[in-house]
């Protein structure tokens, strides 16, 4: 009798995790999506800040101290927003736009990773961001436009 209880509440147990499983997470409303993804920039952005404060003492930053930065500092911190955001799951019928966007952060992320003294460029150089910025300020992603 123990057996087969014990047989049953297994087999419950299991057909439990199943379901669990194979349920797909519902996309998030827009307005939910636009928050999260909102905050998960800003924590980002905030942890970019302070580790600039820490690192950047003392007056101007030479090229050196701002590629070693983007390196340490700003790519892996990027790459984590970007991998949230995808994380959250574009809201339905948003897909295509979302993807965009995370293709070109992604995209740019490359490029200041293979180069990154792209951040100690001379003004007027090209952003590697500027349409990424663009992309996200269009969808309300006002965070991650900066």
Known sequence: ??????????????????????????????AEFVDQANEIC??????????????????????EQIEGFASETLVPS??????????????EGDEEQIQEFLDKAQQALDE??????????????????AEVNQLADDYGLTACAG
């Not at 299991?14 to 349920?23: L, R």
Request: net charge negative; aromatic share 4%.
């Open 112 to 129: 200041l990773e293979a180069d990154p003294s792209l951040l100690a460029a001379s003004e007027g150089a090209q952003d590697p961001f």
């Open 1 to 30: 009798m123990t057996l087969a209880a014990m047989l049953l509440i297994a087999v419950f147990l299991a057909a439990c995790g199943d379901d669990e499983e194979s349920e797909a997470a519902e996309p998030l409303p827009k």
């Open 42 to 63: 800003e924590q980002g952005d905030t942890e970019i800040d302070q580790a600039a404060e820490e690192t950047f003492t003392g007056g101007r930053p030479s090229p």
């Open 78 to 91: 990027i790459q984590g927003q970007i991998d949230d955001i995808e994380a959250l799951g574009a809201p």
